[in-house]
């Protein structure tokens, strides 16, 4: 698989180039050139298909010429200590739990990943820098998926506020390689910190400059997986129709579903599952996306105006508009409807939900039976509930242990530096760790 950019016209690059190097040298973001379809591998899986030998199976047919199937066997098993679980609700709604990684969100998987594949990448020369911005606890992941892989240094970008779930000892200063640095600013700063970090060819290319966000292919590819693998546990009592219902912020799951599709899944939709923010309703109902002023809800992982793969979608509307507007539905939920949602969940199957995953279940709920009565809705569940005990027991009147990976969230720390947000700030913080 090669890939090209949304904007420029500069030659497709290799998975490893995409990744290493992030983001085009001519801006945009990077998508597939082209796409195998592989069908045919995956429809012959089963429910005793494991993850790690899904991932296994499907990465060096992805990746052909990059990883051969052993080198993909000790990623996916040097990854995937944990995989999703789906569970059928009843006849029409299934919850693809993905919230069973470290840090209890989907995040993980991606990450993780990420952080494999680059260690398998880099195995015989070569070093990269994965600079990230974070906020809440995506921080958490990345030095969780990073954490002593060889040859890969991970600085985090966090904006004004508390950094937690970071060891001490991983610090670069201690022997590790995750370099926390702190901002004067928003995480919207951090964002932009880390596009221009990547575009300063000079800076970039002496420490070998990456991320872990979502602009990553290396990340955002190893999410279509998680829906092969509901597939291939669902396909044998399917009757109607396909859907996948998915809480929509920045887009990247969304985008990672549709090119499962590409790959070949058999799925007849996707909802595009939104708060109040709605960000991308009207473009995907035909009209010109513009930005509008953010509103703070219930649900803050989908509290997002201009989502960063805006381009990637756009690139799959251009390909094929009537195609694609035929294939994601847009739905707005609004933080009373959320909170009835996940209500709703505990008493009619005793699930709790966290108020994103509720937001999914919401549209599955008003969509589906629109669509095909008879069809089933697999709905994204995409963080833990522990990690939102204060609504959950709002929702639902019932108080939801904790585990204990995820008590470890809380525990605060200082970062390496503090700068203000600028770049030569920020290259001077990474310089002074070497």
Not at 97 to 108: E, R
Not at 124 to 138: K, Y
Not at 242 to 257: H, T
Not at 387 to 393: G, P, Q
Request: proline letters at 7%.
């Amino acid at each position: 698989m090669q890939f090209r950019s949304t904007r420029s016209h500069e030659a497709p690059v290799s998975f490893k180039e995409a990744a290493l190097r992030c983001l085009p040298l001519g801006g945009g973001l990077y998508v597939p050139a082209s796409v195998m379809d592989m069908r045919q591998v995956f429809l012959h899986m089963d429910s005793e298909t494991s993850y790690p030998e899904l991932v296994s199976i499907i990465t060096p047919l992805l990746l052909q010429g990059e990883l051969n199937p052993f080198s993909a066997s000790r990623v996916a098993e040097s990854a995937f200590v944990f995989e999703p679980e789906l569970t059928q609700l009843d006849e029409r709604f299934s919850l693809l739990n993905l919230y069973n990684g470290p840090t209890g969100v989907f995040k993980d998987f991606g990450v993780v990943f990420l952080a494999a594949v680059l260690e398998e990448l880099l195995k015989s020369s070569g070093r990269s820098m994965v600079l990230s911005a974070a906020r809440g606890d995506t921080g958490a992941s990345i030095a969780a998926a990073f954490r002593n892989r060889p040859g890969v240094t991970t600085v985090i970008l966090y904006p004004s506020g508390p950094i937690r779930a970071l060891d001490p000892a991983t610090f670069v200063p201690n022997g590790g390689n995750i370099i926390p640095i702190q901002v004067r600013g928003t995480f919207d700063d951090c964002q932009r910190l880390v596009a221009e970090t990547i575009t300063d060819r000079p800076f970039a290319e002496r420490y070998g400059v990456t991320s872990a966000n979502a602009i990553n292919v290396g990340r955002l590819i190893p999410q279509a997986f998680y829906y092969l693998y509901a597939f291939t546990k669902i396909k044998k009592s399917l009757i109607g129709d396909l859907y996948f219902s998915v809480p929509s912020g920045n887009f990247g799951n969304l985008i990672a579903g549709l090119y499962a599709w590409k790959f070949g899944m058999p799925v007849n939709g996707f909802f595009a599952a939104m708060n109040a923010n709605n960000a991308f309703g009207d473009f995907i109902k035909g009209k010109v996306f513009a930005p509008r002023p953010l509103i703070s809800t219930k649900s803050p992982a989908l509290d997002v105006t201009e989502p960063s793969n805006y381009e990637r979608l756009a690139s799959f509307y251009d390909e094929a508009p009537a195609v694609m507007r035929n294939m994601v539905y847009p739905a707005s939920v609004s933080d009373a409807a959320t909170l009835d949602a996940m209500g709703r969940a505990y008493k009619k199957y005793g699930v709790f939900l966290n108020p994103h995953s509720a937001v999914a279940f919401a549209a599955a709920e008003e969509l589906a039976p629109r669509l095909d009565p008879s069809g089933h809705t697999v709905i994204l569940a995409t963080g833990h509930p522990a990690r939102e005990t204060s609504i959950v027991r709002e929702a639902t009147g019932q108080a939801i242990k904790v585990p204990y990976n995820l008590t470890l969230l809380h525990n605060q720390c200082d970062p390496i530096a503090l700068i203000d947000p600028h770049l030569d700030a920020l290259e001077g913080a990474i310089a002074s760790c070497f």
